[in-house]
């Protein structure tokens, strides 16, 4: 399962974009903040990957934030709610404007998302607020005072890329030193830097 890619942007439109890594070009579905935030052509961009394998197909749904790639995996979990939709949803309204809508019921304003009709709207109410309201106070609790954890999350991220804890911890020490330990994508991405330019020596 691919977890993450970290590339040259070789091309990008609204919903799209496609990343060079290592030579080989993959085709990224985003939703439109993540494509709104991306830099310039040939930019290094890293992106959180939701990988979506069916009998005859294989999609990549790329985001710079780790709070929307949850928020999207939290939509698949909603009945009638595929990859496709959960993207023109997170592209219809951001994240802030998206877990209050959901928790406090507003149907009126979900409904003016592109595709999601009232029946819609309802199910994600019901199946994802209680949900919802668990993830964002957690988030309220620990966001604060947590860069153990945000250093936890992002050695855990790049043992799953395949590097070896020592090197791992060597990289993560060294990212720690020049960058907020309390953002995951800040943080990984000074890491990955860190263990490139170690490579590259």
């Not at 070789?10 to 799209?16: S, Y």
């Not at 959901?102 to 009709?117: E, H, N, S, Y």
């Not at 994802?128 to 620990?142: H, I, P, Q, Y």
């Not at 020490?173 to 990955?192: I, P, V």
Request: charged share 25%; glycine share 8%; proline share 3%.
């Amino acid at each position: 399962m691919i977890g993450l890619l970290r590339g040259r942007l070789l091309g990008k439109r609204p919903n799209q974009v496609i990343l060079d890594v290592g030579g080989v070009g993959y085709v990224v579905a985003v939703p439109l903040s993540t494509f709104a935030s991306l830099g310039d052509l040939h930019a290094e961009v890293t992106l959180l990957i939701y990988m979506h394998v069916r009998e005859d197909a294989l999609a990549l749904y790329g985001f710079l934030s780790a709070r929307e790639k949850h928020l999207f995996e939290l939509l698949l979990g909603a009945s009638g709610v595929g990859p496709t939709l959960a993207l023109k949803i997170l592209s219809g309204m951001n994240v802030e404007e998206l877990v209050p809508a959901i928790r406090t019921g507003d149907l009126a304003r979900l409904t003016k998302i592109p595709g999601v009709g009232r029946k819609t709207a309802e199910r994600m109410v019901v199946e994802l607020r209680d949900k919802l309201e668990s993830v964002a106070t957690e988030a309220e609790k620990t966001a604060p005072s947590s860069p153990a954890g945000v250093e936890a999350d992002v050695k855990s991220a790049l043992l799953n890329l395949g590097y070896d804890e020592r090197t791992a911890d060597a990289a993560l020490a060294k990212a720690k030193r020049e960058t907020d330990t309390s953002n995951f994508e800040k943080l990984l991405r000074t890491t990955l830097t860190a263990l490139s330019s170690g490579q590259q020596r």
